[in-house]
Nanobody, 123 residues
Framework: QVQLVESGGGSVQAGGSMNLSCAIS????????MSWFRRAPGKEREGVAA???????LYADSVKGRFTISLNRAQTMVYLQMSSLEPEDTAVHYC??????????????????WGQGTQVTVS
């Protein structure tokens, strides 16, 4: 089992920056892909960024060049650095972990463990 706890959400003005963190505990070395998802009001959950435990990264087109995902060496923290934030980035952001390796076009069904989510509001 893996436990995930997000932190760092809040409110920010458009054009600003915000950093999210996700603390990972439990059987961390059993997972191979970490990801951030988000769910905006009235929309389905969508993948924002994903990172292989080997270091390669994937990004949704909507956040490329603005967001950066990273994983610490001990695989106990995954981060999402967000810049040039837009009102369209307003959503509950979730951290997720998967046993399988990351793949292009990743979806929520690929993931086995989820955090409780943290709200990001851009106005």
């Amino acid at each position: 089992q893996v436990q995930l706890v997000e932190s760092g959400g809040g409110s920010v003005q458009a054009g600003g920056s915000m950093n999210l963190s996700c603390a990972i505990s439990g059987d961390t070395y059993s997972t191979n892909c970490m990801s951030w998802f988000r769910r905006a009001p009235g929309k389905e959950r969508e993948g924002v960024a994903a990172i292989y435990t080997g270091g390669d990264r994937l990004y949704a087109d909507s956040v490329k060049g603005r967001f950066t995902i990273s994983l610490n060496r001990a695989q106990t923290m995954v981060y999402l650095q967000m810049s040039s934030l837009e009102p369209e980035d307003t959503a509950v952001h979730y951290c997720a972990a998967a046993y399988i390796y990351c793949r292009a076009g990743w979806t929520p069904s690929d993931f086995d463990f989820w955090g409780q989510g943290t709200q990001v509001t851009v106005s």
